[in-house]
Each structure stands twice: as structure tokens, then as C-alpha cells.
């Protein structure tokens, strides 16, 4: 399953990046890509684990830059 | 001044910045002029203008400190924040370390112009992106913000995603068309520029199609939805856009790949700078500064941004003609595409049949009157273009017979009016004068007797030349797939100036054609395959890069292509070209310029010549260039 969020607050295009490889790594993740300029998250992953990869996801990018914002 | 509205944050952010520029100076140019260390004197003099300027500095980057301070707390240790952190924060323990043990008192001022600058550059970034962000926004003007839909005889608002398939919408002028429909009642013209890029409006009356995105100019419609909301043309084109950035070119992986060993690299390096000759000499002050100006140029955000900027510039750029770029890759492919294999009918040519000729000259009236009478009544496109040539209304009374794979027969009154192929005068044994021209021949007999011909070809889209002429001169080859024979294809070829054609195939045929292509070119040659769409999404998506035209209302085009022309014109193609070149240029100079000043400085850094005034400016500096040199790409074309 594929889907988009928007991102608030993504402030730096590194950050981005990083936030990428970081979400690349969970298990279930198929592909990601974090679009700085568009302020956008795509992520494909397996629909039955969708929900619990998000919150790992939602972790992982606190991690990186705890300012910016998933609308989950 | 509107055009340089800023968000709040930035607003914000150019105060403070403001305030720390002019406190920094003031404190600045004082110390120059009267050293402030020497206002107070004894062992503590240096406390007074480090105070000043621990002032300025928290100003300007408390945000900065904080940050650095939580991303240490989540281990994130290469994070610029904290990076920038510790090499201003090194730069005034070294320079308090000089005012105990009694050296001249100097490097308050650099520690604080760092991070001051460091912060102009965040902003200017900041805003930069914000403004190109706000270019492509202008593109989702097209976004439709309701619906006037008819229910129970009465017009209420709801959300275009709310309508249903074969509801009655009201579109008032000057409202946005939010839904894909056909006219059900009224006249009006549309404004389609910002989905084409095509200026004329469009006319449309009962029975036309609109297409959502467009804006009605003059008078009220009403139109029967056709397509859900998710399913018209505005969504596809939003969606399309939105998720451009996220297909990645070769350069933006080539940077993201770089930036992920830079930075520890280049902190690495500045540890081992600090410690080695430090350990060696015994000069420790010297070589922790070399390292501190390691690490302000140790972010690679210069390039980690300017790439894709530049990317979503050009996608930006070429949005506003009408030409959509599914992905950054599809961009950078596009640049060096040096294959261009077109569909003919529909693509070169206008896919509509017209009448060229008609032989002998003198008994033209004629032939095209009882041409017309005879082939008045089919919906053929060859007879179509005969009633079209002829304008007026054909003389009726007349008996049709059609027969199969000859012609036709009109009889009235004992008048008998063949109109057909060769095979249709040879059977009749009518002398006929073969028409040696490219195309179908129509000719026409009355009574037994030959009267003369109509030659009928697809015409050649009037901007066809110019366009093979410039994709030539650009060193591309230009072939022609088509189902016609060989002898119509090689003179059409001729005609426009392609340097090849692949004639009698069949639709099927032609992803062999394109398969065989493929495999016989190089690595780093390009295919690209323009169409109309209709029929030959498995060839667009066997390509390298598909290019769809006409792409407004073909869900199958803009689904299977790479690149979309929204008008159809083929002079998005050298267009898109001459985008797609700029933006590779850009990215290029970008990458090398921003590469070579990093590892310049990182040089002269380490042997003493450069300080961290001009670390500072490798790092903000050269991202401020790189910013600007990416929004040059979105100019005029």
C-alpha cells in the first residue's frame, strides 16, 4: 500500500535525507521518499503492518528533526 | 511588494537577524576603532567585549544551541546544528583561552559573525525554497475549491471530491471548471492556460467536453459530470505534480550519497587536524582553530539543496508551458535523449484526411460536386474530408451503394456516379488517369466516363518542419513509425526532414520496432518515443522516455508517459529540450562549483591561509550561490 503525508516544518533539505535512509531501514518498508520541496512523504509498505510501521516511522523522523510534523 | 511576502517564521527570523546584524556591527566597528579590551585593563579586560558579543550571539542563535543540544540528546551527532555549535563555541573558548594567558585579545568577533552568517544563509534558503515552492503553488491554482452541484432542482455548494458520476454541476463565469464533463446547456469560452499553457481560449457549446482545471470566462454552463473527482484531469495533473520531486535523478542520488560520507569525513579530518599536530607541536590553539573552520564547512547543504532545487525549478518552468515532467530522472534523461521516434498519424501529422488535389484542374468544380454527392453520406474520413472540401450541401435524390473495398455507386435518373479506388474504374472499364501522387486517390466517373481524381493525404502539422528541423540540428535522430506504405512514408519523410522511417507496421509492430532500437544503442544513448497517446501506451512505456501529446482528457497518455505535452503542438519538444539543458547545466555547475570551493578552502583551511571568515563563507556563501544559480533556471524560455 502506498501513501502520501504532508510534512510541516521539514526545515533542512539534509534533514531530509537523513530522514529518508532512517525510514528506508524499518522493516515492512518497501520504498520511501521524503521530498523537501514538496514537504511530502511518500511510503509504500505491507497493509496489514501499515499503522505500526507508521509509528515507527513518526519516531524515527522525532529523531532526526523533532521539530517537523507528520498529518498522519 | 507583494511578491516578497514572507511566511511569518521567515518575517520572524529577518528581524532577528536584522537586530543581530546592526548590534554586531555597532560592537564590531567600536572594537576596531577603541579595541574594547583595552577599556578595561588587567587580566579580566577580555570579559567585557566577550560579553557584548555572547549577546549577539545567543540573539542570533539560541535556536541554533537548543537545537544542537536535543539532537545530541537523540544521538544525532553529524547534525549541523551542533556542528556549527561546537566550532563557535570552540572559537570563543579559544579566544577567551588568549585573554587568560595574556595574549592579544582576538576571535570574539569571528565566533559571533559565524554563526551570525550561518544564520543569513539558513534564511536565505529558507526563503528561497519557500519562494519556488510558491511558483509551483501557483500551478495548483488549478485546484478547484467547490462545486455548484443541481440537486433536487436547486444549486448548492459541496466539495468537487462529493460529486457523483452524471450529476448536473453549474459553472458561473469566472469559477473554475471543477469536475471533467460534457456541456449539457449554454455557450461560453474557457481559459485552459493554466493546464496547457495554451493562451487562446477555448470555445465550447452543447455537447463539448470541458475538462476540470480550465477557467469559464463568459457565460454560465451546465455540465453532466463525467468523471469522479479523483479520476478528472485535475487531480491527475495535481497528483502528478505534486509527486515530480519524488522520482530521483542520478545527480540528486550522486549528492545525497555524497553528503551522507562528507560530513563524517570531513569531522573525522578535523579531529585528526586538531589532535595530531597539536600532540606534535604543542601549538594546540593554532590547530584547533584549523579544525573549528573544518567543521563550519563540514554541511553539505549547499548541494544537498541546490540539486533538487534546480530539479524542481525546471519541472516548474516547463509546468507553465504545458509541459509536465513526471520525475527529476525523466528531466535529466530528456537532456541527453538523442533518439526521437515519433508516431505519425496524430503526432506529425494532423490524423485528419484533407483533400490536396484534385486533377484535371479545369473540371475541379466537378469532380469534387459529384465526389461529394456520392460520398455525402459515409462517415469514413476519406469522404468526410471530400464533404468537408466541398462545403456546400451535395444535391440529393440519389441512390448510395456502397461497394465493399471499391467504392461507391449514385444513381438518379438514369445519371449513374461511380466514385472509388482503381479497381472500381478497371471493373467498369472506364479509362481512368492514374494519380501518381502520395496519398488515397478517389476517382470519379459519371455515365462510363472518366471525370478525374481527388488525391486526399493526412496533413503535416504546420509546426512539423521547424520542429524535425530543430531536433536535427540539435544532433537527434528523428524517426518515423507507420502504418501506411512505403511509398507514402518515404515521401512524408522527405517532406519534414526526418533522417529515418520504419513504414507497414502494425500497431503491434511497433514495440518490436522500438524493442529492436533499443537494444541496438549504446548506453548512454536516449529513446525517446512521442505519441498521441491513443494506442501506443506499451510503446511509450518501453521507451526511455515516453512523451505524450495532447495529453488534456487521454487518462491512458498521461498514465503511461513520462513526459506530457498538454498541448498538442510539437513545439514543446525542442522546448522541453531547451529546459531540460538549462537545468543540467545548472546542476552540473552547482555540483562542481560548490564541490571545488568546499574542498578549496578545506585546504587552505588546514594550512593556515584560509580563517573562518571565509569557512563561513563556504558554507553560507556557497549555498546562497548555489541557490541562486538554481532559480535562474526558472526564467523565460
Known amino acids: 500500500m502506498k501513501k502520501v503525508y504532508q510534512l510541516e516544518d521539514l526545515d533542512c533539505a539534509n534533514c531530509a535525507a537523513k530522514m529518508e535512509r532512517a525510514i528506508a531501514k524499518i522493516e515492512g518498508v518497501e520504498s520511501v521518499s521524503v521530498s523537501f ?16 510501521i507508521m509509528d515507527k516511522v513518526v519516531k524515527v523522523c522525532k529523531k532526526v528533526e523533532p521539530d517537523c510534523i507528520i498529518h498522519r | 511588494m507583494k511578491r516578497f511576502s514572507l511566511s511569518r517564521k521567515d518575517r520572524r527570523n529577518l528581524i532577528r537577524i536584522i537586530i543581530a546584524l546592526v548590534l554586531f556591527f555597532a560592537i564590531f566597528i567600536t572594537d576596531k576603532c577603541i579595541t574594547l579590551a583595552s577599556v578595561f585593563s588587567g587580566p579580566w579586560a577580555w570579559v567585557f567585549p566577550f560579553c557584548l558579543y555572547l549577546v549577539v550571539y545567543l540573539i542570533i542563535g539560541y535556536d541554533v544551541l537548543w537545537r544542537a543540544i536535543r539532537n545530541i540528546c537523540h544521538g544525532q551527532v553529524f547534525d549541523e546544528n551542533f556542528l556549527m555549535c561546537i566550532a563557535t563555541l570552540g572559537a570563543f573558548a579559544l579566544a577567551i583561552y588568549r585573554g587568560v594567558t595574556g595574549l592579544e585579545i582576538e576571535g570574539f568577533d569571528e565566533a559571533c559573525a559565524v554563526l551570525l552568517f550561518y544564520q543569513v544563509g539558513e534564511w536565505f534558503q529558507s526563503f528561497a525554497t519557500g519562494r519556488s515552492r510558491k511558483s509551483i503553488a501557483k500551478l495548483m491554482d488549478i485546484r478547484p475549491d467547490y462545486a455548484n452541484v443541481l440537486r433536487n432542482g436547486e444549486a448548492g455548494r459541496v466539495d468537487p471530491s462529493e460529486v457523483e458520476v452524471g450529476e448536473l454541476i453549474l459553472i458561473n463565469p469566472g469559477e473554475k471548471v471543477p469536475l471533467d464533463g460534457v456541456v449539457e446547456k449554454g455557450a461560453s469560452t474557457l481559459d485552459t492556460k493554466a493546464l496547457t499553457g495554451e493562451s487562446l481560449p477555448r470555445e465550447v457549446a452543447e455537447g463539448s467536453e470541458v475538462i476540470s482545471g480550465s477557467v469559464n470566462l463568459t457565460s454560465q454552463l451546465l455540465v453532466r459530470v463525467t468523471k469522479k473527482f479523483y479520476d478528472s484531469t485535475v487531480s491527475k495533473i495535481l497528483e502528478l505534480v505534486e509527486s515530480a520531486s ?9 549528492i545525497t550519497k555524497f553528503a551522507k560520507y562528507y560530513t563524517p569525513i570531513v ?9 595530531v599536530p597539536g600532540l606534535i607541536t604543542s601549538d594546540w590553539s593554532t590547530w584547533i582553530y584549523r579544525a573549528l573552520s573544518f567543521l563550519v564547512v563540514s554541511c553539505p547543504c549547499a ?3 541546490s540539486i533538487p532545487l534546480s530539479f524542481f525549478a525546471g519541472i516548474g518552468a516547463a509546468s507553465r508551458y504545458g509541459i509536465l515532467i513526471k520525475g527529476s530522472n525523466y528531466l535529466e534523461k530528456f537532456n541527453s535523449a538523442n533518439t526521437f521516434v515519433f508516431d505519425k498519424t496524430g503526432t506529425l501529422t494532423k490524423g485528419n484526411f484533407a483533400v490536396a488535389k484534385i486533377s484535371p484542374a479545369a473540371r475541379e468544380e466537378e469532380v469534387l460536386r459529384l465526389a461529394a454527392i456520392a460520398e455525402h453520406d459515409s462517415s469514413h474520413p476519406i469522404a468526410k474530408s471530400i464533404t468537408a472540401k466541398y462545403q456546400g450541401t451535395p444535391e440529393g435524390g440519389y441512390t448510395l451503394t456502397n461497394l465493399a473495398g471499391a467504392g461507391i ?15 472500381l474504374m478497371r471493373e467498369n472499364n472506364i479509362a481512368y488517369v492514374p494519380e501518381k501522387g502520395v496519398g488515397t486517390v478517389v476517382y470519379v466517373a459519371k455515365n462510363g466516363e472518366f471525370v478525374g481524381s481527388l488525391l486526399i493525404t493526412d496533413e503535416v502539422k504546420p509546426e512539423t518542419k521547424e520542429v524535425i528541423g530543430a531536433l536535427n540540428k540539435m544532433g537527434a535522430k528523428t524517426v518515423m513509425l507507420t502504418g501506411d506504405n512505403e511509398a507514402i512514408a518515404s515521401s512524408v519523410a522527405k517532406e519534414i526532414g526526418l533522417t529515418g522511417y520504419k513504414a507497414g507496421l502494425l500497431p503491434q509492430n511497433k514495440v518490436e520496432e522500438v524493442e529492436k532500437m533499443l537494444a541496438a544503442q549504446g548506453k548512454r544513448d536516449v529513446l525517446c518515443f512521442v505519441g498521441d497517446g ?6 511509450l512505456m518501453r521507451s526511455d522516455v515516453g512523451i505524450a501529446m495532447g495529453g488534456v482528457g487521454s487518462d491512458a497518455a498521461i498514465e503511461a508517459s513520462d513526459i506530457v ?4 503542438d510539437l513545439r514543446g519538444l525542442p522546448l522541453a529540450k531547451r529546459i531540460a539543458r538549462k537545468t543540467m547545466t545548472i546542476v552540473m555547475e552547482n555540483i562542481i562549483f560548490s564541490i571545488v570551493v568546499k574542498v578549496a578552502i578545506l585546504i587552505l583551511s588546514a594550512v593556515g591561509i584560509a580563517n573562518m571568515w571565509l569557512a563561513v563563507f563556504g ?12 532559480m535562474r533556471v526558472n526564467s523565460k524560455y
Open chain 1, 37 to 52: 520541496l514538496s514537504q511530502r512523504l511518500s511510503i509504500e509498505a505491507e497493509e496489514e503492518q501499515f499503522e505500526e
Open chain 2, 246 to 254: 519524488e522520482q530521483k535523478s542520478k545527480a540528486e542520488n550522486f
Open chain 2, 267 to 275: 569531522v573525522g579530518v578535523a579531529v585528526l587536524l586538531a589532535v
Open chain 2, 303 to 305: 548541494l544537498v539543496i
Open chain 2, 409 to 423: 455507386r449514385a444513381e438518379k435518373d438514369g445519371d449513374v456516379i461511380l466514385c472509388g479506388n482503381e479497381k
Open chain 2, 534 to 539: 491513443i494506442n501506443d501506451a506499451p510503446v
Open chain 2, 565 to 568: 505535452l498538454m498541448k498538442d
Open chain 2, 619 to 630: 558554507d553560507v556563501g556557497v549555498a546562497v550561490i548555489a541557490i541562486l544559480n538554481a
